[in-house]
């Protein structure tokens, strides 16, 4: 079964690499979607993270990096996919999440949202907190892949 791992991935950290690899040991096909929406304030350009998702993902044969932009269910109907998997921290991601996946299928009924529980090790990341840390010139290294590591100094420098 195929299935679409969607998201900013602004920039993509470890907590989205454990979800691909699991994602990866689980599914068919992973296509993991980076959302091109130009309302929603972000650091890397849709290029910058389509790169830094495809130079950390190439190591699994199944995993392909796409982008959307729109409604999700356009997205997965043009794909042909009726499975979406979204990744699961504390309790603060389920209400949203739940919203998501009700209007979700109620826009397109055979839409199944499917949840993976974060690893415990990376319940408590995320990207808005990494791009704090690196502004501050904290040290990101073992949150995020090399490249993604290496880009936050390219773009933060000569910032705060
Ligand atoms: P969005 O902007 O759609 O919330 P993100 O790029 O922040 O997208 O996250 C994409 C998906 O990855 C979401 O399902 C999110 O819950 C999940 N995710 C983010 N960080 C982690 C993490 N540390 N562990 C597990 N899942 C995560």
Redesign the pocket.
């Known amino acids: 079964m195929p299935v679409i791992?969607?998201?900013?991935?602004?920039p993509?950290?470890?907590?989205?690499l454990?979800?691909i690899k699991r994602c990866s040991n689980k599914f068919d096909k992973v296509i993991v979607a980076v959302?091109n929406n130009t309302s929603?304030n972000v650091l890397f350009t849709i290029e910058e993270r389509i790169k830094m998702l495809e130079m950390t993902v190439k190591e699994y044969d199944n995993v392909e990096v796409d982008t959307f932009s729109g409604l999700l269910i356009d997205y997965a109907k043009e794909k042909n996919v009726t499975t979406m998997?979204?990744?699961?921290?504390a309790v603060s991601?389920f209400e949203y999440?739940m919203q998501m996946a009700l209007a979700n299928r109620k826009l397109f009924s055979d839409i199944e949202t499917l949840f993976?529980v974060?690893?415990s090790e990376?319940?408590?990341?995320?990207?808005?907190i990494v791009k704090e840390i690196a502004s501050f010139n904290g040290d990101v290294s073992c949150l995020v892949p090399k490249v993604v590591n290496e880009a936050l100094k390219q773009k933060l420098k000569g910032g705060k």
């Open positions: 791992y969607p998201g900013s991935f602004d993509v950290t470890n907590g989205h454990d979800i959302l929603k998997v979204r990744g699961l921290r991601d999440e993976m974060s690893n990376y319940a408590y990341l995320s990207s808005s």
